[in-house]
């Protein structure tokens, strides 16, 4: 693999390390999510389940965060009511959604393989939670599971684990099935739906973003359906709008439900592609489809009229942001016949950062030092560095006519700052105040 050149830093180079071709086989099935955290900078407090609003967050929405000059600090934010440590953890007494989770029976499984994850049947009162933000472009969210098998080693979720008093590690060694999701949603759009939301001075109806926090189609779903049972639930109805992102290739098992709600409502999918290399990808996302995977499931949902677009998050600094790397992922996405394309730069929540820091230690040594100096405490790579990236995805969406999503187009009233995609070497050394950067060697 030659080195990569960032075209935000000419004289940026970095050797990479991958993991064997071996590798490259069909990868068990995983937006972010797209996760809201990747499109917003500044996530303002969200709603808990029954719609009102909280200081600490649900698994579904993203985090309040106590913010410095426009960026996240680390030491001090986002917050939660934070998991005791280890030690203290095993004398805690457990209540709420840890309470919960430890009492959860395990879930059934045809797999029997040493790398499957635990499975757990996880009872919840509520399938639809609130998003009371206006930060992100959606009133409401579905994840049909807690947990993640895709294992991306940059996923901004691991936080949710936390919840229940789990390391954000075990985000992908121990998955949840919500139980009785369909007839609960069925309860919830009756209860807590509007087809009138505030946001678009009631001339719109509310957005459920499907996949925000763990991703609909990952391999629990072959087995346990809850992600079908909730679309089915959904087809009944009328006049809902609707998004689902996913990195998984398994979407288009259910082409027949997604033609039935798109014919009844408005729909929108996004696929997520990260990178068109595939052992890139691998090293990143340890159990998602391949690159190719994804975009073959673009082109089969375009080719049956379902409304389809690529995302490109995260742009993963000094990793995927090589001069012409989102390039080749738009050329890709156009040509299987995505309509929209977006992206947002890492961000790394601290029980994310705890797993991506070392990983980055280890994979790609030379960007330590640089990681480290961005992301040890603050969440967001520098202002500069997100606004020339900016540009980047402005400059790619006209040259291949992409237009942005079309359930952000029309619901998101305040500005939405694109998260920057590049590496740039001149920002990295204003930023290290005369360390040596990286790009330098």
């Known amino acids: ?38 499109v917003v900078q500044d996530p303002a407090p969200v709603a808990d389940q029954r719609g009102s609003i909280s200081d600490q967050v649900t698994a579904d929405c993203p985090p309040a965060s106590r913010t410095q000059h426009g960026t996240q600090i680390r030491e001090t934010g986002p917050v939660r009511n934070v998991a005791a440590v280890p030690p203290e953890r095993a004398h805690a007494r457990l209540v709420g959604i840890a309470r919960l989770a430890a009492s ?29 933000s206006n930060r992100v472009p959606f009133e409401w969210t579905i994840n049909p599971y807690r947990g993640c098998e ?34 609960l949603l069925a309860h919830d759009i009756l209860r807590k739906y509007s087809y009138a939301s505030e946001r678009s001075g009631g001339e719109k109806p509310d957005h459920i973003a499907i996949g925000t926090a763990t991703d609909p189609y990952q391999p629990a779903e072959r087995e346990h359906g809850v992600t079908r049972a909730c679309l089915e639930e959904l087809a009944k109805r009328e006049g809902l709008s609707i998004s689902i992102i996913t990195k998984s290739n398994q979407i288009v098992r259910d082409i027949d439900v997604l033609t039935k709600i798109a014919a009844r409502s408005s729909l929108q999918v996004d696929i997520t592609v990260t990178t068109m290399r595939a052992r890139l990808a691998r090293l990143l996302e340890p159990r998602a489809p391949r690159p190719d995977l994804r975009l073959a499931a673009v082109k089969e949902l375009h080719e049956v009229g379902l409304p389809v677009g690529v995302s490109a998050s995260p742009l993963v600094p000094g990793i995927t942001d090589g001069e012409g790397e989102l390039e080749a ?46 992301y040890a405490k603050n969440g967001y790579a520098p202002e500069e560095y997100r606004r020339k990236a900016s540009e980047r995805v402005a400059r790619i969406r006209e040259k291949y006519g992409f237009r942005s999503r079309p359930w952000v187009e029309k619901k998101h ?7 920057s995609l590049g590496w740039d070497a001149a920002a990295v050394a204003q930023q290290l105040e005369g360390t040596r950067s990286c790009a330098t060697g």
């Open 104 to 132: 959860s029976p395990p879930a059934e499984t045809r797999r029997n393989s040493a790398e499957r994850p635990e499975y757990f049947v996880l009872p919840v009162k509520s399938i639809l939670n609130r998003c009371d």
């Open 329 to 374: 992922v738009a050329a890709a996405a156009r040509e299987a016949g995505a309509q929209w394309f977006f992206s947002g730069v890492l961000f790394l929540m601290p029980s994310s950062a705890k797993q991506f820091l070392p990983f980055v230690r280890e994979k790609f040594p030379r960007l330590a030092k640089q990681y480290e100096q961005w």
């Open 150 to 183: 895709f294992a991306c080693k940059y996923c901004y979720a691991r936080y949710t684990h936390e919840y229940m008093e789990l390391d954000g590690s075990e985000f992908e060694k121990k998955i949840y099935v919500k139980k009785d999701a369909a007839p």
């Open 1 to 38: 693999m030659s080195p990569v050149h960032s075209p935000l830093a000419p004289s940026f180079r970095i050797r990479r390390r991958h993991a064997s071709p071996t590798t490259v086989g069909l990868f068990p099935e995983c937006p972010d999510a797209i996760s809201p955290m990747q």
């Open 413 to 419: 009233t305040t500005p939405c700052s694109q998260l």
